[in-house]
């Protein structure tokens, strides 16, 4: 059986910053669902979705020197690394920019019927408490974080003016937070 | 702006999805750097979000990590990256800048070093050229002053007023010497005692006019100043005089001739 190495945030970025395999195997095994996950919110598409996935990591590979860890945590930095590596291969294969999702979709359910791989994670715990956040405040989350739209793509996407929009935002976390037992 | 309407503005939760316009982030980075409570804050907020991004995972097929791991350990054997020519070109311009820059440097540093020493040595030369400069001027100074005298001396010797009377040596010293010149226009006597023995410790030689038959005092003669020979210098007008003497006396010299005399001429 497979010796699973675990390592602190700090750990980890300093042996990312060697190139160290293991350490990389690691970040794969703990991150790569969560990314694919936002890779396939924007793509809908298995096999891209997984193209896409294996390119974002090179990039992490390859870049990692670029990462500041004074600029916030490892997986906000892989997570816009990785939406907007999704964003820019939708454009360039001619993709329009999927923003069609209606405020009452259950997102979580859908993915629950996309992938069944879904339901092996162990992350069924948070899902959970996910499907307890109210509609629109699970609407500006995916708008920001997942779709990567600008402020004013937003304010326009949901119909309010451009300067509520960073007051949802910040609702909407707090709710998040609320449920994920924050304080 | 205070911390708390920092965290409840929003622009936290924009930054950690980077959108936030060029100003507000470099106003978001600021208050990081600076708050520690805002840290704690952005720190809470990302951790929400990758909860919340962990919550909507779709796990990849295992075949995705075998070939990644394919393309890095090829990459590192080669040191190529297959899958894009932009990436590609992107490692290749990552590894090849810096050793570019490595060069510039590293040039830098020699040509500092190189600098460094030509200043030095150059500084050394100056050196140098500026004692020698002191010394040269020295040397001149003492020449022009040598000069000066010589010339003195000669125009009192060329005066065609000039009457010189020879001095001889007497019982004291019969080998001492001195010459007088008296202007027979003005009366100005001038004494080239170069061949008068050098004082000793204490004494100096005093010359006199013997006017009526009396000794008159002519003035103190030096014979040396600073190891030269003192050569033909002025004295004490005599409007006439039958002869001259010089006598060695204490250093400031006595009204009257007290001492031996060595030298005497007539006119």
Redesign the interface.
Known sequence: MEVVQKYNEEELVLLLQR?D?QA??YL??NY???????I??LVEDKAL??DI???A???I???FTSYDK????L??WM??LTR?LTIDTLRSKGYKKQTKISGDEN??NN?QD??S??E??D?MG??K??TNLKADQRLV?DL???Y????DE?AKEIGIPLGT??????T??LE??KM?Q?S | MEIKDII????L???????TTDKETNEV?QW??QYPEVAAE????????????????????P???E???A??NQ??NNKV?P??YK?TN??LS?NTVPSFWRMVAAASVLLLIGSVALNIFTYNKYNEAGNDLVATKETLNALQEKNKITEEGMSVVQNKYSVPVSLNGLEAAPDAAAKVFWMKNTGEVFIDASNLPDAPQGKQYQLWGIVDGKPVDGGMILTSKKGDKYRIQKMKNFGKADAFAVTLEPEKGNPTPQGPMYVMGKM
């Not at chain 1, 004074?70 to 945590?73: D, E, F, T, V, W």
């Not at chain 2, 939760?13 to 959108?19: D, N, Q």
């Not at chain 2, 951790?47 to 909507?56: F, L, M, Q, R, T």
């Open positions: 190139q395999q990389f195997a794969y095994d790569a669902p969560a990314l694919n996950g936002v396939f919110r979705s997984e996935l294996q390119e990591f090179l990039k590979w390859n870049n004074s600029k916030g945590r997986f906000t997570m816009n907007n997102s979580v993915l996309n992938n791989g879904v092996k994670f992350a948070i899902r408490q996910l989350i920001a974080y997942f990567g739209l600008t402020q937003i929009v960073k007051t949802r935002m910040r909407a976390i998040l937070r994920l924050y | 409840s503005s929003g622009l939760e924009l930054y950690a999805a980077g959108l980075a990081l750097a952005f720190n809470v907020i990302t951790a929400c979000i990758e909860e919340y991004a962990k919550g909507h995972a779709v796990i990849p097929s075949s995705v990590k070939k990644l791991f393309y890095i990459d590192a990256v899958l894009s990436e992107k490692v990552l």
